[in-house]
């Protein structure tokens, strides 16, 4: 039995939708990150119970901390995005958590750099206050090592046969792609061989991660997927190949996805989706698993109420590119063969 909702909330659903096709579904997916690292700054006497834990989000990330500081009997003070919608400003408020929202700002971009400034100012203020950090301290890969043994289990042990393991997912801090890749390659196949386990990620345009940020995309960066700011979380060397999506043609596959298989989610994994189906149609053989971070609650009146604007998936595929200078809208995908970040994308690899 659980012992307060955010364990119950961070668990997962394993979801078969077709043929070696699977959604790894998450309520809200950073409970499991946060938890687990507030878990380990208390174990290692980092922090104390009462202490005020700090940090920047744009809405999924601010909700899971909070619920960990009210696990753990922690303080907790964001410094929030302009998409922190009303139900999530009234959660936290409800649950003790201290917000800062960011003023209106149409760029996200800017309003991502504009939050850090203000955590710097706070800890100017407020030393004794904890930055988790979400994006640069790899505390945050710990929750996954479970999820990762989960999916082993399951899809392992259900797709006999299968020529191995493709794991999507929107890039983000880098924690929960960069995390499960790790800990699903660290367990060898069972006649010995090293784990196949290909590691896909989906980045917006207008991201500096992975070289996308002269690509701009007119509709919106999409929230928590991509980065103005290098990213210290970001393990580039882990990933296999990457996609652009553009906000129109993440919203096709966040309606597609319900339409055909009543998964309701966020824009991230409705782009995710989309890679998802093209890496399965690449590779038959082989099981492909998408990450659904959350539920698509918050994207009711940007995407869903727009269901009728969606395009058919048939009439959408990415074009393939050699480099970053070949990217444009509305879909690409390049190999990066787990090569290194470029300069200026990262701020070094994890702890």
Not at 124 to 135: F, G, L, S
Request: aromatic content about 6%; proline content about 5%; overall charge negative.
């Amino acid at each position: 039995m659980d012992q307060h909702i955010a364990e119950a909330i961070g668990r997962p659903d394993l979801i078969r939708l077709d043929d070696r096709l699977v959604c790894l579904r998450f309520e809200t997916m950073k409970a499991v990150s946060a938890l687990a690292a507030v878990r380990h700054l208390l174990d290692t006497g980092a922090v104390r119970r009462g202490d005020t834990l700090l940090d920047s989000s744009s809405g999924i990330y601010a909700y899971a901390l909070a619920l960990a500081c009210h696990r753990y009997g922690m303080r907790c003070h964001i410094v929030g995005s302009t998409t922190v919608d009303h139900t999530l400003r009234t959660q936290l408020a409800v649950l003790g958590a201290t917000l800062e929202r960011m003023e209106p700002c149409t760029d996200l971009k800017l309003d991502q750099k504009r939050r850090v400034e203000r955590i710097h100012e706070i800890l100017a203020e407020h030393p004794e206050y904890h930055w988790m950090r979400q994006y640069h301290d790899d505390v945050h890969y710990l929750g996954y090592r479970a999820i990762a043994d989960r999916i082993r289990e399951a899809v392992g042990g259900a797709d006999e046969g299968a020529a191995g393991l493709t794991v999507v997912g929107g890039v983000g801090s880098g924690a929960s792609t960069g995390a499960l890749a790790r800990y699903l390659r660290q367990a060898p196949a069972p006649d010995g061989a090293p784990a196949d386990v290909e590691l896909v990620g989906v980045q917006p345009y207008g991201s500096l991660t992975f070289g996308a940020e002269h690509v701009p995309d007119p509709e919106i960066i999409i929230a928590g997927i991509g980065s103005s700011i290098p990213f210290g979380n970001v393990a580039h060397e882990l990933y296999d190949t990457l996609h652009w999506i553009s906000f129109d043609a993440a919203l096709a596959g966040s309606v597609d996805l319900l339409r055909r298989h009543a998964v309701f989610a966020g824009l991230s994994t409705g782009a995710g989706y989309l890679a998802a189906r093209h890496e399965r149609e690449r590779a038959p053989e082989r099981t492909v698993l998408f990450i659904a971070a959350d539920t698509g609650h918050r994207y009711v009146d940007t995407v869903y109420a727009r269901h009728r604007e969606a395009a058919a998936l048939a009439d959408l595929a990415p074009r393939e590119v050699a480099h970053q200078g070949q990217l444009a809208l509305p879909w690409c995908r390049m190999r990066w063969n787990r090569a290194p970040a470029a300069a200026g994308a990262a701020l070094g690899p994890p702890r």
